[in-house]
């Protein structure tokens, strides 16, 4: 299913190689990705057993560039070609926009060529494809052998739909890139009829069908830029180490009506999630509530002072001596009690 | 063909998102990574295709995962069918520091939310996640149901051939 995404102006289509086990499907992938340039591709990443046999399949992305003005991408993939792993088959298949067959010329797979197509066929149906309509191109691989079928007999037995088709060797590279451009070829145009601009002036996209595109503004060619994550670097012992004791303890049990309204920065220093950190909890509320709980810790330390008698040590500590102003400002004559600091 | 069955036919067939459904998204999906205080969050089609996505991926190989998420989340359909299940709505695999929570939105897109166990939890992820995907739904179910294109995709192409040989020339 082909996404199309004009925040990013970007067409994403997904071609499948299908075809009976060691046929060289995975080949195939393995040389796009060897020549295609760095710039246009990405990482070959194989779901392979250790024998390098297709466990779930292989995939690589590939960027074409610029197709009528929407930066073209195609996700490669490979089916698992052994026919125990028909259930993995199908899922790669889902959701398919183009099929190459690869087929193994070898007189003695030819049997398995005729089953794995089937089985193509058959997966295309279950998910909803058509085998006649699905842009699909047939490889005759290996055909450097000494013993392979003719072309005609592979065309008669294979060819069903009358799909283009290519010989290859595919171990060599030799044409990898001429079945991959056919495909991305019968995909584009395919895609060119259904959604282009002003299908009617197309001479590769036929006839206009099923959609009537109304004439809107343009939109932004650049796509929104990525929110910056606020990640911190620090090791988790830094983080943990700035103390924001007043956060645990008023956690709210009940949703923010507005969490939009949030700061950005997502990652407080000192959040720790090893005490309490279990159950989902709620952003705390802040403002009154964090005024109200200080106010509650001076009063509680006024009274310690009181009670303990401490009317000097505390003299030292810079932090307090806000504390200590506080008491004797405020506190100090209300309670009818001594000073904090030390007398003159 | 009838129209509906043709609009049924192109829903079925194509997923297009215009800038303000990826700017309504993307807002809706940065609003939850700060309540669940995760990393990165993800919105991939079941095809495995990337749709957008907010958060540091610094690291993070964007189309690779998408594909592996796609069909790790594939793979466990099947697995809930055979246990007689519809299918698993949320999947998490957890790891030591750096763990990723899949949640399936409608029917046809996963949001994966990568998080840091030291930074969060899988309960205050889980607990932020129910209500994004119903969000979600909602504006995934209002773009598959758009009847018709708000505009061509492709400016007119003279000859898709040439098209091509330029696109290969270089591969």
């Known amino acids: ?344 | 063909m009838g129209a509906s069955e043709t609009d049924r036919k192109l829903r079925k067939a194509r997923l297009i998102f215009y800038e303000d459904d990826v700017e309504r998204i993307n807002k809706a999906l940065e609003n939850y990574q700060n309540l669940s205080k995760s990393r990165c969050n993800m919105l991939i089609d079941v095809e495995g295709h990337p749709v957008t996505q907010v958060g540091s991926t610094e690291g993070i190989n964007l189309e690779t995962i998408a594909a592996l998420v796609a069909a790790s989340f594939a793979a466990t359909k099947e697995v809930a069918k055979i246990l007689g299940e519809a299918e698993f709505s949320s999947l998490t695999h957890q790891g030591k520091h750096e763990s990723i929570q899949l949640s399936l939105v409608g029917e046809r897109t996963i949001l994966a939310t990568i998080f840091d166990s030291e930074e969060t939890t899988i309960g205050m992820v889980m607990f932020y996640t129910k209500e994004l995907v119903e969000k979600l739904a909602g504006i995934f179910a209002e773009i598959a149901n758009r009847k018709d294109l708000k505009q061509g995709v492709f400016e007119p192409m003279e000859d898709m051939e040439s098209v091509i040989d330029d696109l290969f020339g270089d591969v």
């Not at chain 1, 009154?288 to 709980?293: D, E, H, P, S």
Request: charged share 30%.
């Open chain 1, 1 to 344: 299913m082909v996404q199309i995404n004009f925040a990013k102006r970007e067409i994403n289509c997904k071609l499948v190689y299908y075809g009976p086990g060691l046929s060289g499907k995975t080949t195939n992938l393995e040389v796009v990705h060897k020549k295609a340039p760095a710039s246009k591709k990405g990482e070959l990443t194989s779901i392979a057993t250790e024998g390098d046999r297709t466990l779930f399949f292989d995939y690589m992305p590939l960027e074409l560039g610029k197709v009528g003005g929407m930066n073209t991408k195609f996700q490669l993939y490979t089916v698992p070609g052994q026919v125990y792993y028909n259930a993995t088959r199908k899922l790669v298949l889902q959701g398919a926009d183009g099929v190459v067959f690869v087929a193994d010329s070898q007189p003695d797979k030819m049997d398995e060529n005729i089953e794995s197509f089937q089985n193509l066929e058959e997966n295309l149906r279950e998910q909803g494809l058509q085998p006649e309509t699905i842009p699909m191109v047939l490889q005759w691989n290996k055909r450097d052998l000494p013993n392979v079928c003719d072309v005609g007999e592979l065309d008669k037995k294979l060819n069903k739909y009358s799909s283009p088709t290519f010989e290859a060797v595919a171990v060599t590279g030799e044409g990898v890139f001429p079945t991959l451009k056919k495909l991305a070829q019968m995909v584009l145009e395919k895609l060119n009829k259904e959604y282009g601009l002003n299908p009617e002036k197309n001479k590769g996209g036929g006839a206009p069908e099923a959609k009537k595109p109304e004439p809107k503004p343009e939109p932004k060619p650049e796509p929104k830029p990525e929110p910056k994550p606020e990640r911190k670097p620090e090791p988790v012992a830094e983080r943990r180490a700035e103390p924001k004791p007043e956060r645990k303890p008023e956690r709210k049990p009940e949703r923010k009506p507005e969490p939009e309204a949030l700061p950005k920065d997502r990652r407080p220093k000192g959040y720790d999630m090893g005490s309490g950190g279990r159950s989902p909890q709620p952003e705390p509320k802040k403002g009154g509530k964090g005024v109200m709980i200080l106010l509650v810790l001076i009063l509680a330390l006024a009274g310690a002072f009181i009670a303990g008698g401490y009317t000097g040590k505390l003299n030292d500590v810079p932090a307090l001596q806000p504390l200590q102003k506080f008491y004797n400002d405020k506190l100090a004559p209300t309670l009818g009690g001594g000073s904090a600091t030390q007398g003159e």
